[in-house]
T-cell receptor, first 115, second 114 residues
Framework: DQQVKQNSPSLSVQEGRISILNCDYT??????FLWYKKYPAEGPTFLIS???IKDKNEDGRFTVFLNKSAKHLSLHIVPSQPGDSAVYFC??????????????WGLGTSLAVNP | DVKVTQSSRYLVKRTGEKVFLECVQD?????MFWYRQDPGLGLRLIYF???????EKGDIPEGYSVSREKKERFSLILESASTNQTSMYLC?????????????FGAGTRLSVL
């Protein structure tokens, strides 16, 4: 049973427009959320994160929004660039001292930014 | 910068062979992880280790074992490789007491079992 869900396997956006990648979760014990970006034939790289006590975190072109009541987070990329084309993974950490070393991963969303 | 190094980018092995995938990190991280990535299945955790000689099963440990004799090195072992273990294997490490639990990944090993 997927505790972290990325319901859109793929997304296509025009260069310069906004990309919005969504992530839903089921476990209210998640206390930290992370977004990773992965290019083909490379390992994932950390992009941005948000604590469950916040509702927004911004880093340059990337902003993550968290809606705890809806158990939903989204990653906004503005403006989108062709180099942003990659697979984006949403991950969550359990607020559980005995089990918080692991991350729970979504299946990923493949973003294509078209010139 | 954290560096996680996987010994091979590409490997081709025969069914039944014993396969070793090596991973080394240089940031004194306590936690190390082995994942496999397959199309449509995301990242699936095979095993992880939170200390030297300690290991815990992840979501798909069957057919795999691990070894962590030194803090910086975490090995994944396929005792008898099978074709369904053809995959991209990713190693990661993280600091136990970090607030963010960021995992840092190696470049991956693309394993083909023929």
């Amino acid at each position: 049973d997927q505790q972290v869900k990325q319901n859109s396997p793929s997304l296509s956006v025009q260069e310069g427009r906004i990309s919005i990648l969504n992530c839903d979760y089921t476990n209210s014990m998640f206390d930290y959320f992370l977004w990773y970006k992965k290019y083909p034939a490379e390992g994932p790289t950390f992009l941005i994160s948000i604590s469950s006590i916040k509702d927004k975190n911004e880093d340059g072109r990337f902003t993550v929004f968290l809606n705890k009541s809806a158990k939903h987070l989204s990653l906004h990329i503005v403006p989108s660039q062709p180099g942003d084309s990659a697979v984006y993974f949403c991950a969550a950490r359990l607020d559980n001292a005995g089990n918080n070393r692991k991350l729970i991963w979504g299946l990923g969303t493949s973003l294509a930014v078209n010139p | 910068d954290v560096k996680v190094t996987q010994s091979s980018r590409y490997l081709v092995k025969r069914t039944g062979e014993k396969v070793f995938l090596e991973c080394v990190q240089d940031m004194d991280h306590e936690n190390m992880f082995w994942y496999r990535q397959d199309p449509g299945l995301g990242l699936r955790l095979i095993y992880f280790s939170y200390d030297v000689k300690m290991k815990e099963k992840g979501d798909i440990p069957e057919g795999y074992s691990v070894s962590r004799e030194k803090k910086e090195r975490f090995s994944l072992i396929l005792e008898s490789a099978s074709t369904n273990q053809t995959s991209m294997y990713l190693c990661a490490s993280s600091l136990s007491r970090a607030a963010k639990n960021i995992q840092y990944f190696g470049a991956g090993t693309r394993l083909s079992v023929l």
